[in-house]
């Protein structure tokens, strides 16, 4: 395990639902650093949900901080960077959720250009889950594509400052940039 890393690692790490990003990022995260931040984006709606919140704070052990925050993670990368090895992110799409359906459309980009700038001006490393919406139907509502848009522009500007691009496929790792032998799992 290597102590807390300097200078800002930045890994995105994309997939379809049940591929295997968040397993893949936690044991990345845990195989590099010496500590680490999860910020979880997700609310608790309901008892199914409740029930995979508990599951997943379960499997990721109390050595892990937490920080429940579903708007402003780019406030949380910002300060919670320089306390741990990495933050790990997870997930960005459902974040993206959060911002469209409760600040509206018109907030996305600002939402989005607030989170670059923090990942490029940070000095910590960060991984970051995000789903891969555009490989699937074409959402049938407005709402839907708009979403699938937003998810797509925003993976890909991630993509072009990230370090390291991995893709999951039925758990496997595929690295579309970085190098594989760099601390990869």
């Given at each position: 395990?290597?102590?807390h890393?300097t200078g800002?690692?930045?890994?995105l790490v994309?997939?379809g ?5 968040s397993?893949?990022?936690q044991?990345h995260?845990e195989s590099?650093?010496d500590?680490y931040?999860f910020v979880a984006?997700?609310?608790i709606?309901d008892?199914e949900?409740a029930?995979?919140?508990?599951f997943?704070?379960?499997?990721r052990?109390p050595?892990?901080?937490?920080i429940?925050?579903?708007?402003e ?8 960077c ?7 992110v997870d997930c960005?799409?459902v974040?993206l ?5 409760e ?5 996305v980009?600002?939402?989005q250009?607030?989170?670059l700038?923090?990942?490029e001006?940070?000095t ?9 919406v555009g490989?699937?139907v ?5 709402l839907g594509?708009?979403?699938?848009d937003?998810?797509?522009r925003l993976n890909?500007?991630i993509?072009?400052?990230a370090g390291t ?6 758990g496997l ?10 601390g990869?799992?």
């Open positions: 395990m290597t102590s890393k800002n690692d930045l890994v994309l997939g639902a049940r591929s295997g990003k397993s893949w990022a044991k995260a590099r650093y500590s931040l984006t997700a609310r709606l008892e949900m029930e995979r919140v508990r997943h704070k379960t499997s052990g050595q892990w901080q937490l429940e925050e579903p708007l993670i780019a406030d949380v990368l910002r300060t919670g320089d306390r741990v090895g990495a933050v790990l960005l799409t974040w959720g959060n911002v469209l359906l600040k509206g459309e018109e907030e980009v600002r939402y250009d607030d989170l700038k923090a990942l001006t940070g910590g490393s960060v991984i970051l889950v995000s789903n891969e490989m699937g074409v959402p049938e509502t407005p594509r708009g979403f699938r937003h998810a797509g890909q500007r993509a072009a400052v691009v991995v893709f999951m496929v039925a790792p595929w690295y579309l940039k970085g190098n594989p032998g760099s990869g799992v």
